[in-house]
């Protein structure tokens, strides 16, 4: 399918607001998982800790092994007391950051942050992109240590419950910290079925994307076409892409865990789909029409209505079979979004 004439409205299901996974389960494996035949739309539904059946020997996952930031951070505007909400966005070099403040139309520069009864302090510096404010933050020891203390994970706004366990919205191989959300297609894996996983001979490849919340905005143009994605920093080392590679050449399948790694191989490969180790920032946007370089599956969890994530996956298995899998998820009362089920396109 050719994106020219694509509208965002082709990508709108209607989603029971029930449907919404509010909570975590007790046994990250135990999700539902549905299988979607790229090729044929047909469907079956399994388990999620079942997975290992459907990889074989010499299959390469890949997952994006960042680490979300307890980055939403609560506290008050010095000069009135007044109560503000600062989100962590990204890190533009040592204490300064690129922020969402909330309210935002009083944060003008100058004004000044306290948290945690002083523990963190900031000052608003500048108004940027979006209305976002690059703070500079002040405080004792490290950074991270006070911001581990102080901080929220940075639920999305359609998850209304408090989260018990901040580990929770993070995947069980998480390493660098950078994520303003989690890539929740990883959120399903425990220690035990990535070790089952390599036991069958699976090679597990480990990329890093930061998530930044311009994955979850809304495309607000009709035409997808005119929609600009943000920029995310990714980083591919040399045995990532050395293990992607090889499963490439030997021709097995290159099965991506979740829409950020995705992303980060299809940014970085080169013509003929190979890797190499590289850093940079993406904006790539992968709709309907795109051609994919590297990958071949993807395991994915539910993505909201018209949102750039539903219209990747329809690039990858075709618009109508995705929406008509969307449709008998909702049917068969799967959990969507973060802390939903999950699907797997093959």
Same mark, same amino acid.
């Given at each position: 399918m050719d994106a020219q004439g694509l509208k965002t409205s082709d990508f709108y299901f209607d989603l029971p607001e029930e449907l919404i996974a509010q909570d975590p389960l007790e046994d990250r494996s135990s999700s539902r998982l549905l299988l979607l035949d790229k090729n044929t739309g047909k469907i079956r539904h399994e388990v999620f800790r079942n997975i290992a059946d459907y990889l074989e020997a010499g299959d390469c996952l890949v997952l994006n092994n960042t680490k979300v930031l307890p980055a939403r951070l609560l506290g008050i505007k010095e000069e009135t007391g007044a109560a503000v909400e600062v989100l962590l966005l990204k890190r533009r070099e040592a204490d300064i950051w690129e922020t969402l403040v909330k309210p935002g139309r009083k944060m003008k520069p100058g004004a000044r942050l306290v948290f945690g009864d002083g523990a963190l302090k900031a000052e608003v510096l500048d108004v940027v992109e979006e209305g976002n404010r690059l703070v500079r933050f002040? *405080?004792? !020891?490290?950074?991270?240590? /006070? +911001? $581990?203390? &102080?901080?929220?994970?940075?639920?999305? %706004?359609?998850? =209304?419950?408090?989260?018990?366990?901040?580990?929770?919205?993070?995947?069980?191989?998480?390493?660098?910290?950078?994520?303003?959300?989690?890539?929740?297609?990883?959120?399903?894996?425990?220690?035990?079925?990535?070790?089952?996983?390599?036991?069958?001979?699976?090679?597990?490849?480990?990329?890093?994307?930061?998530?930044?919340l311009g994955t979850f905005r809304p495309v607000k143009t009709d035409n997808i076409?005119?929609?600009?994605?943000?920029?995310?920093?990714?980083?591919?080392?040399?045995q990532a892409a050395r293990t992607i590679n090889e499963a490439k050449k030997s021709g097995h399948r290159v099965i991506c865990v979740g829409t950020t790694s995705c992303r980060t191989i299809e940014s970085a490969a080169d013509k003929n789909g190979m890797l190499r180790e590289c850093c940079g920032d993406t904006e790539i946007f992968? *709709?309907? !029409?795109?051609?994919?370089? /590297? +990958? $071949?599956? &993807?395991?994915?969890?539910?993505?909201? %209505?018209?949102? =750039?994530?539903?219209?990747?996956?329809?690039?990858?298995?075709?618009?109508?079979?995705?929406?008509?899998?969307?449709?008998?998820?909702?049917?068969?009362r799967y959990r969507f979004f973060s802390f939903g089920d999950a699907m797997f396109i093959i």
């Open positions: 002040t *405080y004792q !020891g490290i950074f991270e240590e /006070v +911001l $581990d203390s &102080l901080g929220e994970m940075p639920l999305p %706004p359609y998850i =209304t419950h408090k989260l018990k366990d901040k580990n929770r919205y993070q995947t069980v191989y998480a390493k660098y910290d950078g994520s303003a959300a989690a890539p929740t297609a990883g959120l399903h894996f425990t220690e035990e079925l990535l070790s089952k996983i390599e036991q069958k001979g699976i090679k597990l490849a480990y990329v890093t994307l930061h998530v930044g076409l005119e929609h600009h994605m943000h920029s995310e920093y990714y980083q591919i080392t040399d992968i *709709y309907p !029409g795109y051609r994919f370089k /590297v +990958l $071949d599956g &993807l395991i994915t969890n539910f993505h909201l %209505p018209e949102s =750039t994530l539903v219209m990747l996956v329809s690039a990858l298995a075709g618009r109508e079979n995705v929406l008509g899998a969307y449709q008998e998820a909702i049917e068969e």
